[in-house]
């Protein structure tokens, strides 16, 4: 099974600022890669997929970038309603697996 | 506009059964693949089980091979999840989601909330 490994699992960071999160593969999923933003009380949503691809409705604040066994989201400027748990996932194989998650709070 | 709602989640004791539904509408489903993932309490997300658009091909994560079933009904686009043999540690929200082929689960239900406890 592919492992995704998430850095760092926690983040506290301030309105405005820049943040950017790692996912590491244990092995090439070349750019089969997903984020997902996770409210409590919510379910996920898609925010970028195949690594670099923004969805609809998504602020382009948000910006994936990696292929390979590296990827990282960044959000460039972060604003109140960003702050949530971030997950990466794999589309390459079977079974599909998620990373641990990077909970991103206020500073 | 896409809906996917789960039910059939409840209190079960260990080793019982339990059978997931999600009802699908607002968008084609015999034409998506769809994905069942939980998160258990304080934990991360985890992915469970993928049925193909026509149900021909299922897989499994490896702590649920051989005691879940993942199935669906395009007539009634409903998907649905066989719990067999149920341990607490299958304790968790459970969400279905729909598959965009490499892309992703692009929609996903509310959930339902499953506990195995004596």
């Known amino acids: 099974d592919i492992q995704l490994t998430q850095s760092p699992s926690f983040l506290s960071a301030s309105v405005g600022d820049r943040v950017t999160i790692t996912c590491r593969a244990s092995q090439d999923i070349s750019s089969y890669l997903a984020w997902y933003q996770r409210k409590p009380g919510k379910a996920p949503k898609l925010l970028i997929n195949t690594a670099s691809t923004l969805q609809s409705g998504v602020p382009s604040r948000f910006s994936g970038s990696g292929s390979g066994t590296e990827f990282t989201l960044t959000i460039s400027s972060l604003q109140p309603e960003d702050f949530a748990t971030y997950y990466c996932q794999q589309n390459n194989n079977y079974p599909r697996t998620f990373g641990q998650g990077t909970k991103v709070e206020i500073k | ?118």
């Open chain 2, 1 to 118: 506009q896409v809906q996917l709602v789960e039910s059939g989640g409840g209190v079960v004791q260990p080793g019982r059964s339990l059978r997931l539904s999600c009802a699908a509408s607002g968008f084609t489903f015999n034409i998506h693949a769809m994905h069942w993932v939980r998160q258990a309490p304080g934990k991360g997300l985890d992915w469970v089980a993928l049925i193909s658009y026509d149900g021909s091909n299922k897989y499994y994560t490896d702590s649920v091979k051989g005691r879940f079933t993942i199935s669906r009904d395009n007539s009634k686009n409903t998907l649905y999840l066989q719990m067999n043999s149920l341990r607490p540690e299958d304790t968790a929200v459970y969400y279905c989601a729909r598959d965009d082929g490499s892309r992703g689960l692009d929609n996903w239900g509310q959930g339902t909330l499953v506990t195995v406890s004596s």
